[in-house]
């Protein structure tokens, strides 16, 4: 399967900032190392979730979990975590996956550390922490909520305040 990931995008409401390029990378789990590949060159990530959708959040916190443990990431790249589809019935609040997001991640980190699955030359900084992991341990995450009727204004409007 042949995909090509980087496309540029013209952002009226960015027009100032220039194109930029964006690496859209599908959630199943075969496209996963093109996150981890691309860490170096990121200015910006942005992850977007499903807020009405359970299985999304704890997809995203395995790929939050291999993202922030990378060596590769730089914890001085905004990240955004934009929990989308706010348009619909009973979304789960940015808080509420925050919350969620933050035991799925430190659920890993535990049974990755009980079970020793990683090898110890790579363990990462979140294997080998010791607190429980939160995600005000870093400072440049965020968290949006977006929907696509307002035309993803929120995500577009923080985009703009960070590049």
Do not use: H, W
């Not at 964006?22 to 093109?34: C, E, H, M, S, T």
């Not at 989308?84 to 940015?94: A, C, G, R």
């Not at 890993?108 to 341990?137: H, P, V, W, Y």
Request: hydrophobic share 40%; with cysteine; aromatic share 10%.
């Amino acid at each position: 399967m042949d995909v090509n990931f980087l496309e540029r995008y013209e952002i009226p409401s960015l027009e100032s900032k220039g194109l930029l390029d964006i690496l859209d990378i599908p959630g199943q789990g075969y496209f996963k190392a093109r996150i981890i590949d691309n860490l170096t060159n990121a200015k910006l990530i942005v992850l977007l979730i499903d807020s009405n959708d359970k299985d999304s959040i704890k997809q995203a916190g395995a790929y939050l979990y291999d993202i922030l443990n990378n060596e590769q990431f730089d914890d001085t790249t905004p990240l955004i975590i934009a929990c989308n589809k706010q348009d619909l019935k009973f979304p789960k609040s940015k808080k509420i996956i925050e919350s969620d997001l933050n035991s799925e991640i430190e659920s890993i980190k535990l049974m990755k550390q009980k079970n020793n699955l990683e090898d110890t030359s790579q363990m990462g900084a979140l294997f080998s922490m010791r607190a429980k992991f939160n995600f005000n341990m870093f400072k440049n995450v965020y968290f949006v909520e977006t929907d696509k009727t307002t035309g993803y204004q929120s995500l577009i409007k923080l985009i703009d305040t960070l590049i």
